[in-house]
């Protein structure tokens, strides 16, 4: 009760970007972003964070003209490491002044180098090749007090190490009026626990690859196209995860939700579509199917093991472009549908709708320029009912709604703009996110239904820029 008047979380952010040129021909840039946020408090979620710290670091050294041989050469070190501690602290759960507090304590933390080289052919062509690793480590466990002591010590996800080997090549190439470009990449990877616990290593390859093809059949219709092959490993969570919770008669459950044995995701994908261009109006119309093999899928009904591979498919289309009434005055929209479908059902289940594939989506927006840097703009954002979703893993029905929002941005002085607007002017109450049981969400107390979250309602806002 004391805490119900709670901010929701506080943050300070710290973004820096440095950029020198060494010499004519060399570049360095360093960008870093620090976050931290304390007492993250998550309306739909069973708990809440004490602290979400993050640190995110990249570093890009270019070397360019170095001879036939490299256009542009660079190297890359990227690192991220995150801290996370979900806590029961502030809820009625944890008992009178949270003497029976838990606490699910995790970090990651990932390290990354890649070099790449690029030269030019002597038929107008580009290659790039390079080399990629990486190494994430995943390391979680769980802290209890009082009652929740028992589970004191108990690992969530055991130390893992993901490490990541790959190479990759890719071709660009004119042909008069057809445009072709191809890579491929071949990965190797291992994802290692610490052993504590007994469980396994997996150890995965793969080779992927694509060719995508453009044509421009005259000057308004060009035709694009192309197939490809690309694969996902499994994460520590999905592989690894342990629950902790106290059962009846003081009973410590250690169940493992991850799945050791899990395979690799492989998707192979078609796109085709064509681009057309009129005096006042231009148009993109894109198809896509794509066939998932051992597509990585949670199952609700299950006590353990609970991620699973399935084949699934999932395709679409997608209309969008401009339409300009005169120079000053413009509408742009777009339109996408898809779906997705497992070949059969999950074990114990009878559906086969794939989780988390939103409805047909339309957004449609109208803008005048009616001074030079100056424009209003209003813009319709609507989505069709969420009704083929997959029920037997937490998802359900979401109606169909219709948002307007509206913005406009005015040059005051040299170097000062200002932007206003408002979105959801209509104070619509509606929902984009789905209950997919992925997540840890809440349920509605005897109804025991997955509560929903819907999205905000009229929003103001007023930013100021200055440039010199």
């Known amino acids: 009760e004391k805490y119900r008047d709670m901010d929701a979380y506080t943050k300070q952010t710290f973004m820096g970007k440095l950029y020198v ?31 979400d710290d ?11 003209n170095l001879g036939g041989w490299s256009r542009e050469l660079e ?15 502030y809820r009625v759960s944890s008992g009178p002044g949270s003497v029976n507090e838990k606490i699910s304590k995790l970090s990651t933390r990932m390290d990354g180098v890649k070099l790449k080289n690029v030269f030019d052919l002597s038929d107008p062509a580009e290659i ?36 990541n080997k790959a190479l990759f090549v890719e071709l660009d190439k004119d042909y008069d009026n057809f445009n072709l470009r191809a890579g491929a990449r071949y990965d190797d990877t ?6 504590t616990l007994g469980e396994p290593t997996n150890d995965y390859t793969a080779l992927s690859g694509f060719v995508f093809g453009t044509y421009e059949v005259n000057r308004g219709t060009r035709l694009f196209g192309g197939v490809g092959q690309s ?13 902790a919770m106290i059962g009846n008669m003081g009973m410590v459950m250690h169940p493992q939700i991850g799945t050791p044995t899990l395979e690799q995701t ?21 198809f896509f199917y794509s066939w998932l093999n051992d597509f990585i899928v949670y199952n609700a ?14 395709y679409g289309v997608e209309f969008s472009g401009s339409y300009y009434a005169t120079k000053d005055l413009y509408f742009d929209f777009g339109l996408a549908y898809q779906r997705g479908k497992k070949d059969h059902p999950l074990e114990g289940q009878t559906g086969t709708h794939l989780a988390e594939i939103p409805p047909l989506k339309l957004n449609l927006a109208f803008s005048y320029d009616y001074m030079p840097n100056s424009y209003g703009r209003l813009e319709l954002v609507a989505a069709d009912d969420w009704d083929r979703y997959d029920a037997e893993n937490g998802e359900q029905y979401l109606d169909d709604y219709a948002v307007l929002n509206f913005k406009i941005k005015q040059d005051l002085t040299r170097g000062f703009e200002i932007t206003a607007g408002v979105d959801n002017i209509t104070n619509e109450t509606y929902a984009v996110s789905n209950t997919y049981q992925d997540l840890t969400l809440l349920t509605g107390g005897a109804t025991d239904e997955v509560m929903l979250m819907n999205e905000p309602g009229r929003y103001y806002y007023l930013n100021g820029t200055y440039r010199f």
């Not at 840039?29 to 069973?46: E, G, I």
């Open 21 to 51: 040129d060494i010499t004519q021909n060399q570049e360095l840039a360093l960008s870093y972003t620090a976050n931290r946020s304390d007492d993250v408090l998550y309306p739909s979620s069973k708990m809440d964070a004490l602290y």
């Open 190 to 195: 291992s994802i290692d626990p610490a052993g």
């Open 231 to 243: 694969s996902r490993v499994p994460d520590a969570r999905e592989l690894y995860f342990h629950g």
């Open 128 to 163: 790039l090749y390079g080399l990629d690793f990486s190494k994430r480590n995943w390391d979680g466990h769980y802290i209890g007090e009082g009652m929740q002591a028992p589970v004191d010590g108990l690992v969530s996800i055991d130390d893992v190490d993901t490490k």
């Open 266 to 286: 492989t998707n192979t994908e078609i796109d085709l579509g064509m681009e057309n261009s009129f005096a006042n109006l231009t148009l993109k119309t894109k």
């Open 301 to 314: 009904d299950k006590m353990k093991n609970r991620f699973e591979n399935v084949d699934a498919a999932i």
């Open 54 to 64: 993050s640190d995110i670091l990249n570093l890009e050294y270019r070397l360019s």
């Open 75 to 89: 190297l890359q070190y990227y690192y991220s490491k995150v801290e996370h501690p979900m806590s029961t602290f």
